[in-house]
């Protein structure tokens, strides 16, 4: 018989990019909705303002100020997220390099190697090593697309954000039947560091709030 005094361990949310725009906004409401959110970001002043909005409306947070570019700290963090929640229920995979806006001819070796690294790479490392935690507690992992390939001064940013689409697509397709669920989502356009880089100048206030699209794509996800 169960302990009707003994408490029912919290959903676990991973969050990568987690520090500010769209992954800020869904670690704020995954709290609200009642899940631990293990919040990951290397900029530990964003994390911590997170960690005081989170705690300020009644949810739990774990910070790990760590750069999701470094498979040693990714390792650690796995193990760290095994030994204590045994598995992950939902993973949101915010983070991601926005190279500067530059003609194909000159974007430079630099932004086209970062991009490659953390908006392809590191997510097929990620994937690798967060699917076996998805599987423990039958997870969600949970994409975001920004369909810029092929616009013009975007050659860094769109072939490798559409890179980075294309492997969660073939890894959605492959667990469709077996699991984990591999969700898909195209955010309306937000005001966003990422975007304010790609349109100096807009109207932002035309622009859909980050908590906004939040609720939505997480109202959206199938039960």
Not at 27 to 49: F, I, K, M, P, Q
Not at 97 to 114: E, L, N, Q
Request: charged share 20%; glycine share 8%.
């Amino acid at each position: 018989m169960s302990n009707p005094d003994q408490q029912v361990a919290p959903r676990l949310a991973l969050v990568t990019g987690a520090s500010r725009g769209l992954g800020a906004a869904l670690a704020e409401e995954l709290a609200l909705r009642g899940y631990h959110v293990l919040a990951v970001a290397r900029t530990v002043g964003g994390l911590e303002e997170l960690d005081d909005r989170i705690r300020k409306a009644g949810g739990q947070a774990t910070l790990a100020p760590m750069d999701v570019a470094e498979p040693a700290a990714m390792q650690q963090l796995v193990e760290a997220v095994a030994g204590r929640w045994g598995g992950v229920d939902l993973w949101a995979h915010c983070a991601i390099h926005a190279a500067p806006m530059a003609p194909t001819p000159h974007v430079s070796g630099k932004d086209w190697s970062k991009s490659l690294l953390i908006n392809a790479d590191v997510t097929r490392g990620l994937i690798a090593l967060i699917e076996p935690l998805l599987r423990q507690k039958n997870g969600t992992a949970l994409f975001f697309d920004d369909p810029q390939a092929g616009r013009k001064f975007m050659g860094a940013y769109g072939a490798t954000k559409a890179a980075q689409i294309a492997l969660a697509r073939s890894w959605q397709a492959e667990t469709a039947q077996i699991g984990p669920r591999v969700v898909i989502e195209t955010p309306a356009s937000m005001p966003t560091a990422v975007r304010a880089r790609f349109y100096p100048g807009e109207d932002r206030a035309a622009l859909t709030p980050c908590r906004d699209e939040a609720r939505r794509i997480l109202d959206a996800l199938p039960a």
